[in-house]
């Protein structure tokens, strides 16, 4: 226990860490997956066929090999960073993007197609059709899975820990080094500030689809 | 379908560095020994472990398998490295053919337990001596001294030495004690990593400019890759006493390894086993340090 209580600034650096992460990739990965779902639907053919594209490679591919392109392989194509955070937040929305775009798009094809027919007979362009009547709609059916990937995406930040980010589990794995007889404690410590984040998504994530909840 | 044309070539980058990565891994290591003459009728003290060991014909000695210079096994399964090149010699005072060696594998964490157990009668494994281990088990030595060192890229001029690192990114393992070093004491940037092979990718990349933890261990990524990577000096800037781990309160043993390995020093035969190992990467053949009789 003394591991846990003695490093508590280093939990809570790590905690902040984490949570600017998940923060920063995730309203990322919203607008990025939205957008994706929007051209997986548009009528052009290329648009959707980036998409469809984009979302199985990213969707198919482990995180660490994200994280890999992110961190190793792009600087050595000459994309360069200062600071390891910001090939963290490229892999993770970057990720986490083709399954929100998936997620949408699930909630897209539950609207009824009389819904976009009439919009459309009324002179709707489909730009129109998909803001102001489809995606309302979608969205709202569609904010159990958006938080369940939320939620994940904040468990998979850790994966940046591995790729010279010092976030939660990067703290834990260096207090695991230091306090070698009680990586046990460290490494439970490092799981309940994880539930410190992804306990509060879970009540939002009910609380959320009971205000906004359609009846069909 | 540009953007998924671009995402194939650096696919292709990926598997490409993938694959480098791999074969580096396997690569490394020189193959040389020093060849050291069996003594033909050694005698010893009756009921000394010199003697049992000279009578058997064989001593079984633990390495690390995985220690590039010092200890390693290639596929041939033999294992070369000046840590090896010691046990020869030792074992050619015995009597003991360099083939007649048992050697088995002593990672870091089954040291202590492998010397107790018996399932090995010396430990030469990069084995810093210190007090805590010295309650289980006894040291001959040190052979060697290591220390902490600096790594950077070939075409790195600018560091020298720890004080040139202040405010600059340096890549170790997160709760090692060098990386605790290189921030307390030199003012340098730590970028943590999981392990120190995790560091070469990034310091290829120039993300950080230096890699730090102990000169062998360094060394060995260096002999891997002397094209990329170079020691920013011979010189250390901690001390890491590396000794022979053998069984508590063996003194009779002891003492005569460390009779042995002045010996060495004298005729040598310490100068060869180094040149024909770790020599090839760090130039400066070291003295034999002050052996710690206690």
């Known amino acids: ?216 | 379908m540009k953007a998924f044309l671009t995402r194939r070539k650096s696919l292709l980058v990926a598997a490409s560095a993938a694959l480098a990565l791999s074969l580096s891994a396997c690569g490394g290591g020189t193959g040389t020994t020093s060849d050291p003459t069996v003594a033909a009728t050694p005698t010893f003290a009756a009921g000394s472990t010199m003697e049992k060991l000279s009578k058997a014909g064989t001593i079984k000695i633990g390495t690390k398998y995985d220690q590039p210079l010092f200890g390693q096994v290639g596929l041939d399964g033999k294992p070369i490295g000046f840590d090896v090149e010691i046990g020869k010699l030792i074992a050619a005072k015995l009597g003991i053919a360099a083939d007649k060696i048992e050697w088995s594998e002593t990672v870091s964490a089954n040291r202590e337990p492998f010397i107790q157990q018996g399932r090995v009668d010396l430990v030469i494994a990069t084995y810093t001596i210190n007090d805590r281990r010295k309650e289980v088990v006894s040291f001959a030595g040190p052979y060697y001294e290591a220390g902490q060192a600096l790594m950077v890229n070939k075409d790195n001029d600018a560091i020298k030495k720890p004080e040139d690192v202040k405010g600059k990114k340096v890549c170790s393992v997160t709760g090692s004690t060098p990386a605790a070093t290189i921030v307390e004491k030199y003012g340098a940037e730590l970028v943590p990593a999981a392990t120190y092979s995790a560091c070469l990718e990034p310091l290829r990349n120039k993300q950080v400019e230096a890699i730090t933890t102990d000169n062998v261990i360094l060394a060995g990524f260096v002999d891997k890759e002397p094209e990329a990577f170079k020691l920013a000096s011979d010189e250390t800037f901690t001390k890491e006493p590396y000794g022979i781990g053998l069984k508590k309160e063996d003194t009779e043993f002891r003492n005569w390894i460390n009779d042995q390995l002045e010996e060495f020093a004298k005729d040598g035969s310490y100068k060869k086993a180094w040149e024909a190992t770790a020599g090839e990467v760090i130039k400066t053949a070291p003295e034999l340090p002050e052996i710690n009789r206690y």
């Open chain 1, 1 to 216: 226990m003394d591991a846990i209580l003695e490093n508590l600034p280093l939990y809570w650096e790590g905690l902040l860490r984490t949570l600017f992460l998940s923060t920063v990739s995730g309203v990322i990965a919203l607008v990025l997956g939205t957008l994706l779902a929007a051209a997986r639907v548009s009528p052009v053919a290329a648009l959707r066929g980036f998409s469809m594209t984009y979302v199985e490679v990213l969707r198919n591919t482990p995180l660490t090999i994200a994280f890999f392109f992110a961190a190793i392989v792009l600087p050595r194509l000459g994309v360069t960073f200062e600071q390891f955070e910001v090939a963290a937040i490229i892999a993770l929305s970057a990720y986490t993007a083709a399954f929100i775009a998936e997620a949408v798009r699930s909630g897209v094809n539950s609207v009824p197609v009389g819904q976009a027919e009439a919009a459309r007979s009324i002179g709707m362009k489909f730009s129109q059709v998909l803001s102001l009547i489809i995606l309302p709609q979608a969205l709202r059916t569609v904010i159990p899975p958006l938080i369940n990937i939320l939620i994940a995406l904040v468990k998979n930040s850790s994966v940046a820990g591995a790729f010279f980010v010092l976030e939660l589990f990067g703290y834990g794995r260096q207090l695991a080094n230091t306090y070698g007889d009680q990586v046990l404690a460290v490494l439970l410590g490092v799981a309940f500030f994880y539930l410190l984040l992804t306990v509060p998504l879970g009540i939002l994530a009910s609380t959320v689809e009971k205000k906004v909840a359609i009846s069909r």
